[in-house]
């Protein structure tokens, strides 16, 4: 958190007020990782799919929708509060901290049993607790001019998705599958908000709903079946385990289009990300833990150390056509649509992704800090500044050089010219904030009689480098690197799902 | 509205349940146009130039600095409501509606007797009017457990860059100009929310606070002197006049640091999105028109149809030190800054964009319906779709071909691949979202034996000619179409507002 503040990752909202829970904003170097990273997953989980699509929605809904897909009853967390000092807890965080094993989806009145069975007292004024009850995590408010009209901020991207997904079947090739996402704003009243963007009152999300029809899904496992990937299944204790995508399916069960998902979203945190493959796993929930929504449905988890271990950085969840189903008898409209010669109300699959929790994860696991470097090892795409460009000396044609080239590519790319103190110092600060190549211009390069006239150093953040490069070549070779191409990723470049035939 | 329900640009949230006044949602063509918008904005009047950055904060703001703002006790509009069937009115747009001019400042009493002395009655049931009164148009919204920490959703972005000032600029270049946007939502009670994507209770904006000395300005007019605007002063009782920058300068004590960014904006207009300077215009609000930060207060106006005339895009505010001193007081830290010599509270000049207006601004100005055809001409790189690939006809070898071409381009670009109906039909289709290319793989192309083998059809939408083109040179084409290089357009190359001295 100080390397955030201090470098303008991110930072309390309204800090000078003294902040507000569950609020942050982004500084500079912290809102250009996040656009990356969600320019990144766009390109990688949408853009390159046959009709997947982005849309976008507001984040105000209106109260209808969202009584009849159960958030305005179910989507509550259990509340409870000390009957001395009046502060309030999430029942199940409260005894998970106490060191008690409980589920997430339990109940109040287990929540209490297993509060007075366990004589959990108050941390901050050891008094006793009150009962547990249902506390509904929506904000709501009131528009118009007799603030009477109930609305409410939507708790998740996906239900601005499933109120147009007729409205886009419509107009776009009338085929299964359909995904639409959108990556915006999600609310919750979190009742403990926690550090480290885990637990926010304002996140952003990156949610992909693909709408399919789960007797035709004909998207194939090719290159993707002796993938290992970390699991620990409902059905094995929770137990977690490396296992092939090939014996995973046999072994459990799970369904080819689901399996399918878990294997591009491995390639994407190990591959394109860069995250080692031994720090994500695939958590299932059963039980009472599920969403009420979800018939299967599994936490996206990685190992972070500042968050103490494994935590949920997104999930894949099999939502069935409860969604679709529900807002058909909300809205007495019939959201079934006719594919071939069927007739159906698709299925939904849904891959969630925290983007604030995937941005603090992204830094946690990929910054290195040893006794003689701190570096972010962030893929080139996703830097914040692509290279800096620097004067070896505090000298005017050195300066009047550089700040030319500067000059040159700031208009197209990202680059942050920088004079002040020694080089070693100047790398160091680039280092810091994940910057993979630093320019320097120096006495060859302005010296006409030498070989190495207009030619300066490039060097390569990651193993230390250098290159001599023609000035005239600099612009090709940042723009390229800069660039996410998610067909160089394995597994992942004929992933479309089916061939027009109309 | 008919075309952007149609053609999946945007339609009210929620429609299968009514809609919901105010709010509306982007299909995916819509979507990407705004995406896209926001980038090219982005890149123009932020990323390439120096000491400016993006950031992101909060739209849920606690309730302390909007009270230190001004906007809780004075982010109003004056309200009436029939005194017969209680329906609510925004007092001006009332009085406007009925053909009476008057401010948009005006106060409730002023309203009261303008309603009466006219004896408007209401245009529903033609009761009479109840006393006019402030109405706050911020949502408030209550945090925690006990729902007990108000809150409001920010009416404006700028208020998220004022609480971050501070400690941008100690983790900058701890120089003046500093350049600080948002691209995000805001969020107004909107009395009376108007069609067209107007006046909206959710919206996004797009907004450069810049920081800055006033006696220390030195960018200056170079290639803007003889450049045209259209303006209409308070001065000269708001009659519109074309006229260079120079004599505005001259006639009117605009500063230059204004005048530069009224050049900046308009080139922004004309050059990059294509609109007829005749469109174009500066209106200056003057007496209580002003919002009540402002010194000097242009909106950007556009002639747009479907608004029946010209009306606010966005606007070019000097808000002097208003913002900052009024944090500095309400929070208690002390908000100057030393430059050089010189301690002091920057002023600020901010540049204000209605995303959701512009949008449909360009959709109505771009947009040409001729009998022969109708064509949405955006730039290139605002084209939601770039290409679309087509088979000449029905016939497998040449499916396989375009369908192999589409496979190769899709994961770096939006292609779209269409087999259905004429090559006419497809080329409408195309024409009506502002697809620029169109690519038409025929025998040739697959003929080993014809020396246009490899070689396709290409389209541009814009004089509908037609060139040949070889496939491995496609990708480079597109690339390069897509891309916008802000460094292309006149008078703004050498943006970059000061060297670096250190």
Chains 1, 2 share one sequence.
Not at 241 to 249: A, F, L, P, T, Y
Not at 408 to 426: A, C, Q, Y
Request: glycine share 8%; hydrophobic share 40%.
């Amino acid at each position: 958190m100080a390397l955030a503040k201090r470098k303008g990752i991110f930072a309390p909202t309204a800090e000078i007020y003294g902040g507000a829970a569950g609020l942050y904003d982004y500084g500079h170097i912290g809102a250009a990782i996040k656009r990356k990273f969600e320019s990144v997953w766009i390109a990688y989980f949408v853009e390159r799919m046959e009709n997947y699509h982005m849309i976008d929605g507001s984040t105000v809904l209106p109260e209808k929708p969202l009584v009849a897909s159960g958030h305005a009853a179910l989507f509550n967390d259990i509340l409870v509060g000390c009957s001395k000092c009046n502060t309030y807890f999430r029942a199940d965080v409260l005894l998970k901290d106490s060191g008690i094993d409980v589920s997430e989806g339990a109940s109040a009145a287990e929540l209490d049993e297993a509060i007075s069975r366990n004589k959990v007292i108050c941390p901050k004024c050891k008094g006793s607790f009150g009962k547990a009850r249902a506390f509904n995590m929506m904000f709501d408010l009131y528009l118009g001019p007799e603030r009477n009209e109930k609305a409410y901020l939507r708790p998740e991207t996906a239900q601005s998705v499933y109120l147009n997904f007729f409205r886009e079947f419509s107009i776009s090739k009338k085929k299964l599958p359909l995904g639409l996402a959108i990556v915006g704003k999600a609310y919750r009243n979190e009742i403990s908000p926690r550090q480290g963007l885990y637990r926010l009152r304002e996140l952003t999300q990156a949610e992909l709903q693909i709408f399919f029809d789960p007797e035709n899904w004909t998207l194939g496992l090719d290159g993707m079946r002796d993938m290992k990937l970390n699991v620990a299944m409902y059905a094995n204790g929770g137990k977690q385990e490396n296992i092939s995508i090939k014996d995973m399916i046999e072994r459990y069960g799970i369904p080819q289009f689901y399996a399918f998902h878990m294997g591009l979203i491995n390639t994407f945190y190990t591959d394109v990300i860069g995250i080692n493959s031994e720090r994500i796993r695939f958590y299932e929930k059963g039980g009472n833990e599920k969403a009420f929504y979800n018939k299967l449905h599994m936490d996206i988890e990685v190992d972070v150390e500042s968050w103490g271990g494994f935590k949920e950085v997104g999930g894949l969840h099999y939502r069935t056509d409860y969604d679709l189903k529900a807002h058909s008898k909300g809205s007495g409209q019939d959201l079934s649509v006719i594919v071939g010669d069927k007739r159906l109300v698709p299925n939904v699959l849904e891959l969630s992704f925290g983007v604030d929790r995937n941005v603090w994860m992204m830094i946690d696991c990929l910054y290195e800090k040893t006794e003689a470097r701190s570096i972010l090892k962030l893929p080139k795409f996703l830097a914040p500044i692509i290279a800096g460009i620097f004067p070896l000396q505090h000298e005017e044609a050195l300066i009047h050089k550089a700040r030319e080239l500067y000059l040159s590519l700031k208009p197209i790319l990202n680059v942050e010219f920088d004079m002040s103190g020694s080089i070693g110092r100047r790398y160091a600060r680039m280092d810091e904030v994940g910057t993979p190549f630093c320019i320097t211009v120096d006495y060859d390069t302005i010296d006409k009689d030498s070989d190495r006239y207009d030619t300066v150093t490039l060097r390569n953040m990651e193993d230390k480098s250098q290159t001599r490069i023609k000035i005239s070549d600099i612009a090709a070779v940042l723009l390229q690197a800069s660039r996410f191409d998610p067909s160089k990723f394995s597994g992942i470049s004929n992933y479309v799902p089916y061939a027009d035939d109309d």
